[in-house]
């Protein structure tokens, strides 16, 4: 009865937010902080039914993620890829060092090196939906938060692998698994897409119609990625691309999937804060891996944008401000690590408690810094007029 109640109070409480500028995502985090006392989230099992939930929720985000990607674009302006794949390797790299010099395990550091390279696709998107902010921040900032979130896929698959071969030492084995997974999600989204692309077709009385039906679609794939053990995220991501390359989604399909988005999307934050490992909170190594991980985050991307602005055809304010965007971290870094443990990856729970704080603080300031720079790259709805050296 009590989660229930909880959701209605993160809506609530979100509604009279926004209109003061505060972002609704960092709103409903902080409710599921609320909720971790009150009603804590079942323990990390395969098969929970609001770890299924969370998947479908970030499922959905994704998708539509997938379907605003622009792949002429990155082949006609590659340096946009090429910033997304050197800050995600950079912060791998840094954070697997850092992780030594703090005394962590190899297994350990490197797992918390690969989910801290992921990106927040679904608060950032949500931020710029409220927003109704576009421009060149906007669509730079969401083209790198999908490839940095498949780069952290792509290397927590591969550290899992990794420890699979330590332990059972079967080298064939685990590639094979880890091969299946990533093939296999793939495949399962272009071929869902190329399916619904011959299915939905043709005009609709109202945009929710074909809303629902690419809805139950995505219901059907993360179900169906889930029971299979593949990776019901990429799945989702390579089905909204692959629509989008087809170019055969309606046009009327509803931004963040209608009311039923909204409402996913209020229980996958407040679901997100509720994990918060509050024990972990008093340890103050947990706090210095905070630091480290969100200063690192900040500085890598910040360093990388700008010194690709000019060749990417963007000043060196805008990489500075895309950088500032891709700051937050919450729903995707947590559903990596739920579902390694759930696979069997025994670091993945001490990652999750070591990255604790840092969670804590990307998903309740993340949000706000994000907004900030849309605002700042004046590129919000709600900001004032671009000024005319800001355009182009």
Same mark, same amino acid.
């Given at each position: ?71 002429? =674009? ?212 947990? =706090? ?5 991980? %969100? ?59 070591? %990255? ?7 998903? %309740? ?28």
């Amino acid at each position: 009865m009590t989660w229930p109640a909880l959701l209605w109070l993160a809506w609530w409480l979100g509604e009279r937010a926004q209109p003061r500028g505060w972002p609704r995502v960092s709103v409903y985090v902080a409710v599921g902080l609320l909720a971790s006392f009150a009603a804590p989230a079942p323990t990390l099992v395969d098969g929970s039914v609001l770890a299924l939930l969370a998947q479908l929720a970030l499922a959905l985000v994704l998708f539509e993620l997938g379907h605003r990607i622009r792949l002429r =674009w990155l082949r006609a302006n590659p340096w946009v890829a090429a910033a997304a794949l050197l800050q995600g390797l950079a912060l791998f790299v840094l954070l697997g060092w850092a992780g030594g010099w703090l005394g962590l395990a190899p297994d350990v550091r490197w797992l918390l090196a690969a989910v801290a390279v992921a990106a927040s696709p679904a608060g950032l998107l949500r931020v710029v939906n409220d927003l109704r902010a576009g421009g060149q921040v906007t669509e730079r900032a969401l083209h790198q938060a999908a490839l940095l979130s498949v780069l952290a896929v792509l290397l927590v698959k591969a550290v899992s692998t990794h420890w699979f071969v330590r332990s059972a030492d079967d080298w064939l084995a685990a590639l094979l698994a880890g091969g299946y997974a990533l093939v296999a999600s793939v495949g399962l989204g272009m071929a869902l897409a190329v399916v619904l692309g011959w299915l939905v077709r043709g005009p609709f009385a109202a945009p929710q119609v074909p809303t629902v039906g690419y809805a139950l679609a995505l219901v059907w794939l993360t179900v169906v990625a889930d029971t299979l053990k593949l990776s019901p995220l990429l799945a989702a991501l390579s089905f909204g691309v692959m629509l989008r390359e087809r170019q055969t989604l309606a046009a009327a399909v509803q931004r963040n999937f209608g009311t039923l988005g909204w409402l996913l999307g209020v229980f996958l934050f407040v679901y997100v804060g509720s994990r918060t490992v509050w024990p972990a909170l008093a340890e103050p190594g947990v =706090w210095a891996m905070a630091a480290l991980v %969100l200063a690192a985050r900040l500085l890598v991307s910040v360093a990388v944008n700008v010194a690709l602005a000019w060749p990417a055809g963007i000043g060196a304010r805008k990489g500075v401000l895309t950088g500032v965007v891709l700051l937050p971290m919450s729903a995707l870094t947590l559903l990596l690590l739920e579902r390694s443990a759930a696979l069997g990856v025994e670091p993945a729970a001490t990652v999750l408690h070591q %990255l604790a704080a840092a969670l804590l603080w990307a998903e %309740l300031l993340g949000p706000l810094l994000a907004a900030w720079a849309l605002r700042a790259a004046r590129e919000a709805a709600v900001a004032a007029p671009p000024r005319p050296e800001d355009q182009g």
